[in-house]
């Protein structure tokens, strides 16, 4: 799964905010850049969490390098309209220009698609782009818009071919499409959480990307499942353990009331199985491999939460 | 947790309410607790209540007992009420907001003539606009709101707000479609004919040619006759997102915030919490989701949990007690999974000092379901806990 992965173009992580689709996109830049693949990380919507993931405090529309082998850009469609128009127009930097800022939001607002299609076509562009030998970046992975808006994201080229005629952006939008419908070069993971909600989204969303998109599923992660196995029995034995005749002694034996980790357990038992309801419901119905993630509990988002997240995406593909 | 227990009757806090907001970021249960909310109002009070949801997802449907919740509103079966051991004294109503209809509605009743808005409709760059503005989703919601609210079948209009990035974008959405349809940058396109603009305005023109050489000629053309129409409506919206925002201040309303003690999503309830102070809007409750239970801090249960983990010869103690062969791995696996949660719990504690900046309001807490909420039983426990009821000192 994780060499499938890394052996791409472009590599989109989707799912439900909240998800996790930051820490599992720093988290495979780790990996790839650790198998020696230049990487590019994408955050669409910019908030700054994925340079934080990588240790690296929030970047700007230019990509910057945070870690060896692993660059960092906040894509903002403004900048990105600033930038293709000036590689495509031989327009300058138009901040101080207002005509063309009014086009800007004009177009970006009034044409369908138009800010979905300057993402794209950034993304695009960057895979496309060239360096001194070969390639720019062998490697770029999107962490993408929450919610199912990546949908009709993947789709901005088709629909913005609908609406213009001929055009430059005709044309572009062709070759931008063929990138990312082609399953040899782009792949798509999607995130979940244990929880019924985002089970049920992640599998609508791994249908719609398949069928609207066009764009082949890579892998799912499962993030958040709990990491202690604890059967009913094991419940039941500490129950004992907790009732009138040995509670004495068992606090005794233990430095401790044995009642409170009766119910903590309790409630670890349940997330436990509900973990694992989930993960094999995802098996099931996802049509492509499924990582669990277990729960780094009171980990804050970090360089180091991150290396612990790729050491078990590393561990789950072995 | 250390805080006493404060039993608030949430639906009794609300009862004056005409218009009930829950807010809150992505995940937090949001919409099962719009649902919660609705059926507790209905069960205790004379009251013809409606929950509108923007969420598609089919689980809250199922929760109420619905096939599916469509845009049209279905009553909730008072006899699956009663079974419950519920007395409806009111009735529910779901309903899921219906985005295109909307926007329909919104373009016929401001149009200045029925030609314009039937142009308009037609238009192909009109579904472009109602998918992609920014906070549309947001918009239509407060429309549908209004509408709901002024056509007095409801007596208690109870709405899950849609999930934001940003909780400005909610706030801001009454005006960001006015300066919408009526901004200086569709003034400006609107002129007369773009085509004698461009001859006169040179400044202009070469950005103009770049517009047709992306798109395509006569693409900017049809835009802009869209733009022209769409001018039209400029009174009428704006004239009604001021009455939005007049409802949404009034006493009328209240807004509920709903969070869990993750440091992100309390993060983002506190920004929100502030924002609706600036806009004067009136928070009235804050709901925490999802409280772990009070023995996960219990310090003599850690000390437990942690001997269980590491005394190695606990085990055969177990073992014996208990008169069976234990393996190393039960006591190791118990007090692991004790301390896993601890830790999640202590870290969630740091966020119920910072309640209180949320605001002067009661705060429910809401103890981790220990199933996910996913028939008419579960609701209404739930229903029952927004009243404080069967709520422990949690």
Not at chain 1, 100 to 126: N, S
Request: with cysteine.
């Amino acid at each position: 799964m994780l060499g499938e992965l890394l052996s791409r173009r472009v590599v989109f992580v989707a799912g439900k905010g909240g998800s996790g689709k930051t820490t599992i996109s720093a988290a495979l830049a780790l990996l790839a850049a650790r198998a020696g693949r230049r990487v590019l990380c994408i955050e669409v919507d910019a908030k700054g969490d994925l340079s934080r993931s990588l240790g690296s405090p929030p970047v700007g529309f230019t990509p910057r390098v945070v870690q060896p082998n692993i660059s960092v850009l906040a894509l903002h469609p403004e900048e990105s309209l600033q930038e293709y128009l000036r590689l495509y127009f031989k327009v300058p930097r138009i901040t101080r220009l207002t005509p063309l800022a009014r086009v800007f939001d004009f177009v970006a607002t009034g044409v369908p698609g138009a800010k979905d299609m300057l993402i794209v076509g950034k993304i695009a562009y960057e895979a496309k782009r060239s360096g001194s030998d070969g390639p720019m970046w062998d490697l770029i992975i999107v962490d993408s818009t929450a919610t199912g808006h990546v949908v009709p994201q993947l789709g901005a080229p088709r629909a913005m071919r609908e609406l213009t005629r001929g055009g430059i952006i005709r044309s572009q939008t062709e070759w931008i499409d063929a990138l990312l419908t082609d399953q040899r070069r782009t792949l798509m993971t999607i995130c979940a959480l244990p929880e019924e909600m985002p089970v049920v989204e992640a599998l609508e969303l791994a249908e719609r990307v398949r069928g609207e998109a066009n764009v082949t599923i890579g892998a799912c992660f499962l993030n958040c499942t709990f990491p202690v196995s604890i059967t009913p029995r094991y419940v039941a034995m500490l129950n004992r353990l907790a009732d009138s005749k040995l509670a004495g002694v068992s606090a005794e034996r233990l430095g401790g009331d044995v009642a409170s980790v009766v119910q903590g357990v309790r409630l670890a038992q349940q997330l436990y199985d509900r973990s694992q309801q989930y993960a094999r419901r995802l098996r099931s119905a996802m049509n492509a491999p499924v990582v669990e993630i277990t729960l780094e509990a009171g980990a804050r988002p970090g360089l180091s939460a991150t290396r612990a997240v790729a050491a078990r995406i590393g561990e789950a593909s072995r | 947790m250390s805080t006493p227990a404060m039993s608030v009757d949430l639906v009794e806090h609300l009862a004056d309410r005409e218009i009930i907001v829950v807010c809150g970021s992505g995940g937090v249960g949001k919409t099962t607790i719009s649902a919660a909310l609705g059926m507790a109002v209905a069960a205790t009070q004379q009251k013809r209540v409606i929950v509108l949801t923007v969420d598609p997802a089919r689980r809250l449907a199922t929760a109420l007992g619905l096939r599916s919740i469509g845009t049209d509103p279905v009553t909730i079966d008072p006899a699956r009420l009663r079974r419950l051991g519920l007395r409806p004294r009111g009735e529910l109503v779901a309903a899921m907001l219906d985005m295109k209809s909307t926007w329909d509605r919104m373009i016929e009743r401001y149009a200045p003539t029925r030609e314009s808005a039937r142009r308009i409709l037609a238009n192909p760059f009109y579904k472009g606009i109602s998918n992609t503005f920014i906070g549309s989703q947001d918009y239509m919601a407060m429309e549908e709101l209004y509408e709901l609210h002024s056509g007095r079948e409801y007596d208690c209009v109870i709405i899950d707000t849609p999930p934001t990035r940003n909780a400005l974008d909610f706030l801001e959405a009454p005006n960001r479609i006015s300066d919408f349809v009526g901004g200086r940058l569709l003034m400006w396109l609107a002129r007369p004919s773009l085509i004698g603009w461009r001859a006169v305005n040179f400044a202009a023109a070469p950005f103009l040619r770049i517009a047709d050489r992306l798109l395509g000629s006569d693409v900017l053309e049809e835009l802009a006759e869209f733009v022209r129409e769409v001018q039209g409506l400029y009174s009428g919206v704006q004239e009604r997102a001021r009455s939005v925002y007049r409802l949404l201040r009034s006493a009328d309303t209240g807004f509920v915030v709903v969070t869990t003690l993750e440091p992100q999503p309390f993060g983002e309830a506190e920004f929100f919490c502030t924002k609706l102070r600036e806009y004067s809007m009136p928070l009235r409750a804050v709901v925490v989701n999802r409280v772990l239970p009070a023995a996960l801090l219990d310090p003599a249960g850690v000390t437990a949990a942690t001997t269980l983990m590491e005394d190695r010869g606990v085990a055969r103690w177990m073992g014996e007690q208990l008169g069976e062969r234990i393996t190393p791995d039960v006591p190791r696996h118990l007090g692991g999974a004790f301390l896993t949660l601890h830790r999640l719990a202590e870290r969630n504690e740091k966020q119920v000092s910072r309640l209180s900046r949320l605001g002067q309001v009661p705060v429910t807490r809401l103890p981790l379901a220990e199933r996910d909420i996913s028939d008419l039983a579960a609701l209404a426990q739930l229903a029952a806990w927004l009243q404080g009821k069967g709520l422990e000192a949690a």
